[in-house]
């Protein structure tokens, strides 16, 4: 079973840039989908990138635009480059597959602050 955990989150100010990363422990080859997920407080986990073998991706309308996944089978790396954020982002954002099942598990997350 494929783990993913993520790393890079911080703080930054509204209208600012930061890069999360995505360390594999498996390959990513032969799954169908990957994702990264955000969880704001009092609320629940949500996808908000998605993308597959076939290559499409898809984002939630919250980051359309703003934000980006990359992915680099070879070295079974994710990354999402997150631009012009705003305070609405802070959250833990974690990568995973796509879809999640019952088996699925989850690392700890990181924590991105965005401050106004």
């Known amino acids: 079973q494929v783990q993913m955990v993520a790393s890079g989150g911080g703080s930054v100010q509204a209208g600012g840039s930061l890069t999360l990363s995505c360390d594999t422990r498996?390959?990513?080859?032969?799954?169908?989908?990957v994702g990264w997920y955000r969880q704001v407080p009092g609320k629940e986990r949500e996808l908000i990138v998605d993308?597959?073998?076939?290559?499409?991706?898809h984002y939630a309308d919250s980051v359309k635009g703003r934000f980006a996944i990359s992915i680099y089978s070879d070295r079974n790396l994710l990354l999402l480059q997150m631009n012009d954020m705003k305070p609405e982002d802070t959250g833990v954002y974690y990568c995973?597959?796509?879809?999640?099942?019952?088996?699925?598990?989850w690392g700890p997350g990181t924590q991105v602050t965005v401050s106004s």
């Open positions: 498996g390959s990513i080859n032969g799954i169908l989908g």
């Open positions: 993308a597959y073998q076939n290559r499409t991706t």
């Open positions: 995973n597959v796509v879809p999640i099942t019952p088996r699925t598990s």
